[in-house]
């Protein structure tokens, strides 16, 4: 990725990614833009034709009807610029905000598209923070960048309009200016780069404090903390981020006001020689007072304009710089290799051949050699001890993980041939580590708005809610499916137990009617008459699927047709039931016995 590259070369990419998109999106933002640049430069050049005019007349003539003239062609225009100039900007503002949340909707889409190893590598979390930073107040978004180039635009166009004009009259004038705008751009340089460097450390810290700020206040870890005293060193660690968050802003404004103050003086100096020279060539009568007046006026405009060009440069600059986080973060691939093979319909044949992983970034094998056949509705336990591989075994069957070796084959083809989202669509697994959304029990179930529930749907939910145990539960609800989950952000919001998430969870498995059903111990926050039922059901809940059970409950293992025993990241048994509680010695028969002495 190319990361380290001058600031100024940011620019184009910036305005590449942002620019087609935001324009597609609101055309109109871009016209109105156009609109606005048009009467800013109109606006300065009226008063410096017309006013000497006025003045000339003034002083010579003073002829009441060109008088009145030139006051009503100066009054009229400046009041048809500017109210023109307010409706625009009244138009343009509700802009601001539309692009912001195009732009975040952006960033969120890709982040939930984006490869799974992604989701646990510090780099593209970090960038994924500085994309959100660097999109929104640093660079003040798409509407920010564009705001200034069409500003740079008008400067220009006004640059070249005083510079004529002055050239005419006062040639040195140009260079007196010039020399204050040189010296001004050099320190806003500097100035730009202080906060730069600032942003950059407060990217790390800010992710400390949302981190803080939103997880760890969460009611969620409210047992935790409370039990295990972490209040002290939680509470230390934000304070020490604090200090740091403190520096690093204290740092900035230091080496920030040093580069203020030399500006001011520069800013006298220039103002004193600029007057010394048009005062020598209006004594002299070189041109008339209305001219020594346009003079002034041309000279503070240039200057103003000239600085502003510099400050739309940089300022360019500086937002490309934060927004370019942006480019870099949509360039993260989305999730692996993108092929479009259709997955056939109805059961699968799954098999790994020789398959190898070890976590990116790791060179550890944590699973080794991994050769099984999972036959069309097969139903399958996986058992072992902890740290045995049995989740990485689902994950890379689920294609959130490559294997470093080897291959995973489904109806015979390498599934890194399929079409990524249709080869997803065929498991429904509820890990053991499973996220509830903070939304209403149906909405979890049928990951769909209540609204466009159909009859269908609703009926299909209450049949699996019946099967996983869940009707009682939610037959006391009030608003029953449509009852939200957590007190986030709803009052009336429940807090279900671990069980019933976990039957949820189950619940939202079953209604997405995929070929292959994974529980990944199931039933390890059920009680024992829940993990019953779920059994009792099993066949019901599954039917004809194939189904991958992780569990350590070896007498959930009679429901399988095989079990698979992993060790050490290697299948070290395989076989039926009866098969494996018979290998003398054996891993499951010691397993099996261990627990069964508990039951009998
Ligand atoms: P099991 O499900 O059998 O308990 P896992 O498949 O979860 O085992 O883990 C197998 C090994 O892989 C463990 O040693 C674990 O520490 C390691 N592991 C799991 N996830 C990651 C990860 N994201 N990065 C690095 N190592 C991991």
Redesign the pocket.
């Known amino acids: 990725m190319k990361k380290d590259i001058k600031s100024y070369k940011k620019i184009l990419p910036v305005i590449k990614t942002l620019f087609p998109t935001a324009a597609k999106k609101y055309p109109l933002f871009f016209i109105l833009q156009v609109l606005k640049t048009l009467i800013e430069i109109l606006q300065p050049f009226l008063g410096l034709y017309v006013s000497p005019l006025l003045v000339d007349e003034l002083v010579t003539d003073r002829n009441i009807r060109k008088l009145v003239m030139y006051a009503a062609i100066l009054v009229a225009g400046e009041f048809i610029l500017s109210a023109l100039l307010e409706m625009v900007l009244y138009k343009l503002r509700k802009y601001q905000e539309r692009l912001d949340n195009y732009f975040s909707m952006q960033i969120a889409r890709h982040s939930m598209a984006l490869d799974f190893q992604l989701t ?1 590598d510090k780099k593209a979390l970090d960038q994924l923070e500085k994309a959100k930073t660097g999109m929104t107040w640093y660079s003040g978004g798409a509407y920010g960048i564009a705001e200034q180039a069409f500003m740079f635009v008008g400067n220009v166009f006004k640059i070249t309009g005083f510079i004529t004009l002055i050239a005419v009259n006062a040639p040195w004038l140009i260079l007196i200016i010039s020399g204050y705008v040189a010296f001004n751009g050099f320190i806003t340089s500097k100035c730009n780069a202080v906060d730069f460097a600032a942003y950059k450390r407060l990217a790390k810290i800010n992710r400390l404090f949302g981190y803080f700020g939103w997880n760890i206040v969460d009611f969620r870890y409210g047992k935790d903390v409370r039990l295990y005293d972490a209040r002290d060193m939680l509470v230390d660690k934000w304070v020490s981020y604090s200090e740091d968050n403190n520096a690093t802003w204290k740092w900035q404004a230091d080496s920030v006001y040093r580069y203020r103050v030399a500006g001011s003086i520069a800013r006298a100096v220039t103002t004193i020689m600029t007057y010394l020279y048009l005062g020598i060539l209006a004594v002299r009568k070189v041109f008339s007072i209305g001219i020594f007046t346009q003079m002034i006026e041309s000279a503070n405009a240039l200057d103003s304009t000239m600085n502003g060009l510099v400050w739309n440069v940089q300022d360019i600059i500086r937002r490309c710089n934060y927004a370019y986080e942006y480019v870099l973060f949509m360039e993260y691939p989305e999730a692996i290799e993108k092929n479009t093979d259709k997955v056939q319909a109805g059961l699968h044949m799954i098999e790994f051949r020789n398959v190898s992983f070890a ?1 990116p970034g ?1 060179d550890r094998k ?1 699973l080794e050699d991994i050769n099984i056949t999972i036959e069309p509705g097969e139903k399958l336990s996986i058992v ?1 001890l ?8 689902i994950k890379l069957l689920c294609r959130l993980y490559d294997p470093t070796s080897g291959q995973i084959l489904m109806d015979g083809k390498d599934i890194r041939e399929y079409d990524y989202q249709e080869y997803m669509k065929q498991f429904a697994p509820v890990f053991q580590d499973f996220q509830l959304l903070r939304f209403t029990i149906g909405e979890n179930i049928l990951h769909k708005d209540p609204r466009q529930r159909t009859d269908e749907e609703k009926e299909k939910v209450d049949e699996i809610i019946r099967l996983v145990g869940l009707e009682d539960m939610v037959g006391k609800l009030g608003k029953g499916i449509d009852t939200t989950l957590f007190k986030i952000f709803e009052e009336d919001g429940i807090e279900p137990s671990g069980g019933e998430q976990q039957k949820i969870a189950i619940a939202r498995a079953l209604n997405k009617d995929a070929p292959v059903i994974i529980l990944d111990e199931p039933t390890a926050a059920l009680d024992p008459i829940a993990e019953y039922e779920i059994y009792r059901h099993f066949h019901t809940l599954v039917g004809n699927k194939t189904a991958l059970y ?1 569990s350590h409950r070896l007498s959930s293992c009679r429901f399988c047709d095989r079990i698979a025993v ?1 060790a050490d990241g290697r299948i070290a048994e395989y076989g039926s039931h009866d098969e494996l509680v018979n290998i003398p010695d054996g891993i499951y028969a010691k397993m099996f016995e261990a627990q069964a002495q508990y039951y009998r």
């Open positions: 646990e976590y790791t944590v072992g902890n740290g045995a591989g049995k989740t990485t075994f992780i992993f």
